[in-house]
């Protein structure tokens, strides 16, 4: 089944504890992206990325950290977590990088800093 | 920038009316308009998109109309049922960022019976 499998799905965490969310997609899709869901603001972009090794920000990235070791795996790092951090996560991948193509999103990770 | 609007924030229906729910947009440039629905605590879902080309898409009761001069397109929904209460996004491509989505803040739609 093709899938964007994201973990953890919820998480409350402490201020400055380093975590990592994981995303990991099946579907050898070159284009992998992470937004964040806040009431009232819609979705928005944190961090893409076009292919292994190629990142890039997105409209709100500052806290967050990325890598793109390999083609199915986008981990979101988040080295110093603060309140304003706490959000709905979610990962996004798409066959490329080409506009129009279908995004497939993750199930969505729940994190709290406390 | 970019931004895309949408309006209203939250839209109540009675079963069997039609609900229509208006995105305008920043960016004469931008080509591809993606709708999602979002239930309770779920992923977004793509539930019907339109690219620049066309004027108009429909998909059984959901309909996507776009106005490239105005920058503004529509999501028509008839009949409505129970089913089709969730939270509605549209969407805009932009130049730049890939396969990126600009986000409209959203729809809570709730059809009463």
């Known amino acids: 089944e093709a899938q964007v499998t994201q973990n953890p799905r919820y998480l409350i965490t402490v201020t400055g504890k380093k975590l990592t969310v994981t995303c990991s997609q099946n579907?050898?899709?070159?284009?992998m992206s992470w937004y964040r869901q806040d009431p009232g603001l819609g979705l928005r972009q944190i961090y893409y990325?076009?292919?292994?090794?190629?990142?890039d920000k997105g409209d709100v990235p500052e806290g967050y950290k990325v890598s793109r070791k390999e083609k199915r795996n986008f981990p979101l790092i988040l080295e110093s977590p603060s309140p304003n951090q706490t959000s709905l996560y979610f990962c996004?991948?798409?066959?490329?990088?080409?506009?129009?193509?279908?995004?497939?999103f993750g199930e969505g990770s729940w994190l709290t800093v406390v | 920038g970019e931004n895309v609007e949408q309006h209203p924030s939250t839209l109540s229906v009675q079963e069997g009316d039609s609900a229509v729910i208006k995105c305008t947009y920043s960016?004469?440039?931008?080509?591809?308009f993606p709708w999602y629905k979002q239930e309770l605590g779920k992923r977004p879902q793509l539930i019907i998109d339109?690219?620049?080309?066309?004027g108009e898409k429909k998909d059984q009761r959901i309909a996507v109309t776009l106005n490239k001069t105005a920058k503004h397109f529509s999501l028509h929904i008839t009949e409505t049922q129970p089913e089709d209460s969730a939270v509605y996004f549209c969407?805009?491509?932009?130049?730049?960022?890939?396969?990126?989505?600009?986000f409209g803040t959203g729809t809570q739609l709730k059809v009463e019976l």
């Open positions: 996004a991948s798409s066959l490329s990088g080409r506009i129009g193509n279908t995004i497939y």
């Open positions: 579907m050898n899709h070159e284009y």
């Open positions: 990325s076009m292919n292994v090794e190629v990142t």
């Open positions: 339109i690219r620049s080309n066309v």
């Open positions: 969407a805009a491509s932009f130049t730049g960022g890939g396969n990126k989505l600009t």
């Open positions: 960016d004469s440039a931008s080509n591809y």
